[in-house]
């Protein structure tokens, strides 16, 4: 059986750290970290996750900003409030909640971010920092998949790696983090139209899945021992649970877990390092921005 790659446990300790370097930026500068969230529209889920991570910023000392706009706010008034939180000296990191309503550009508002506060990684001038591999906030699911590597002593030095999914916030990135000069991993990047995707996958010591097909990938994809990064978030039916549905990946853990050696849990896995590494990100920026360099 795999050993768990548990996220939760590990996004705790790292957020125990995160209170400690809190504190010691509010003893020797007089600053309080600060994140802010811009929510647009009343889409469930998002106002799930923003709930979520003002619980977990408060928690390690945080301030943190809710900006929470109607679905029909202007380009103008989400502009002139980002631009606002941009000059801000007590915001350090800013997220724009996604998704956004049809009128208006996600990649536009974004770029509106300063690139200092980008703490979620995905302006342009970020993503051509990650991808020059000069020193940036990293977009934080990637970020947080390799971190959990890291946590647990699994190197990716001349390995044989496979991200499934090609998406900004998670393939893309991933896939350019494993195989820069510091991680040295050899990627290939598939997809869900990629041809004999199993034939890849088996090669493969290391396989990172975000794609959101949910449990796509059972035992038949994976060569014994391999080290299976799951980063899907599926809903799915279920009898057993009160609500009548669960949380699934795009791996069958029950099958695939029996042949890995290490394996992450969803949920409890990569979900919980997201939001670490959004925590990371946002204690990094108040301490760079503050420096006086």
């Given at each position: 059986?795999?050993?768990?790659?548990?996220?939760?446990?590990?996004?705790?300790?790292?957020?125990?750290?995160?209170?400690?370097?809190?504190?010691?930026l509010?003893?020797?500068?007089?600053?309080?970290?600060?994140?802010?969230a811009v929510?647009?529209?009343?889409?469930?889920?998002?106002?799930?996750?923003?709930?979520?991570?003002?619980?977990?910023?408060t928690?390690?000392?945080?301030?943190?900003?809710?900006?929470?706009?109607?679905?029909?706010?202007?380009?103008?008034?989400?502009?002139?409030?980002?631009?606002?939180?941009?000059?801000?000296?007590?915001?350090?990191?800013?997220?724009?909640?996604?998704?956004?309503?049809?009128?208006?550009?996600?990649?536009?508002?974004?770029?509106?971010?300063?690139?200092?506060?980008?703490?979620?990684?995905?302006?342009?001038?970020?993503?051509?920092?990650?991808?020059?591999?000069?020193?940036?906030?990293?977009?934080?699911?990637?970020?947080?998949?390799?971190?959990?590597?890291?946590?647990?002593?699994?190197?990716?030095?001349?390995?044989?790696?496979?991200v499934?999914?090609?998406?900004?916030?998670?393939?893309?990135?991933?896939?350019?983090?494993?195989?820069?000069?510091?991680?040295?991993?050899?990627?290939?990047?598939?997809?869900?139209?990629?041809?004999?995707?199993?034939?890849?996958?088996?090669?493969?010591?290391?396989?990172?899945?975000?794609?959101?097909r949910?449990?796509?990938?059972?035992?038949?994809?994976?060569?014994?021992?391999?080290?299976v990064?799951?980063?899907?978030?599926?809903?799915?039916?279920?009898?057993?649970?009160?609500?009548?549905?669960?949380?699934?990946?795009?791996?069958?853990?029950?099958?695939?877990?029996?042949?890995?050696?290490?394996?992450?849990?969803?949920?409890?896995?990569?979900?919980?390092?997201?939001?670490?590494?959004?925590?990371?990100?946002?204690?990094?920026?108040?301490?760079?921005?503050?420096?006086?360099?």
């Amino acid at each position: 059986m795999a050993a768990i790659l548990d996220g939760k446990a590990t996004a705790a300790r790292i957020e125990q750290e995160l209170a400690g370097q809190v504190e010691v930026l509010w003893e020797e500068r007089g600053v309080r970290p600060g994140l802010a969230a811009v929510l647009v529209g009343e889409h469930p889920a998002s106002a799930t996750y923003v709930r979520m991570k003002r619980k977990r910023a408060t928690k390690i000392g945080l301030h943190f900003e809710l900006h929470k706009f109607a679905a029909t706010v202007t380009r103008d008034e989400l502009h002139a409030t980002i631009v606002e939180l941009n000059r801000s000296e007590s915001v350090h990191g800013i997220l724009v909640q996604l998704p956004l309503p049809e009128h208006l550009d996600a990649h536009e508002v974004i770029d509106w971010i300063a690139p200092e506060k980008d703490v979620d990684g995905l302006t342009t001038l970020s993503q051509g920092l990650l991808y020059r591999g000069e020193p940036c906030l990293a977009p934080c699911t990637p970020k947080g998949m390799i971190r959990l590597l890291d946590e647990y002593g699994i190197t990716t030095e001349g390995k044989n790696a496979v991200v499934i999914g090609r998406s900004e916030l998670v393939g893309r990135p991933l896939a350019v983090m494993l195989s820069s000069r510091k991680r040295n991993a050899t990627v290939t990047v598939a997809h869900t139209r990629t041809r004999n995707l199993g034939e890849i996958t088996r090669r493969a010591e290391i396989v990172a899945v975000a794609i959101g097909r949910a449990q796509m990938l059972d035992a038949t994809y994976f060569a014994d021992g391999v080290v299976v990064i799951d980063a899907g978030t599926n809903v799915v039916p279920s009898k057993e649970s009160k609500t009548g549905r669960r949380l699934v990946g795009d791996v069958d853990f029950a099958s695939v877990s029996k042949i890995a050696s290490y394996i992450t849990p969803v949920p409890g896995g990569v979900g919980p390092m997201t939001v670490c590494m959004l925590l990371e990100n946002t204690v990094e920026a108040a301490r760079s921005i503050t420096s006086g360099g």
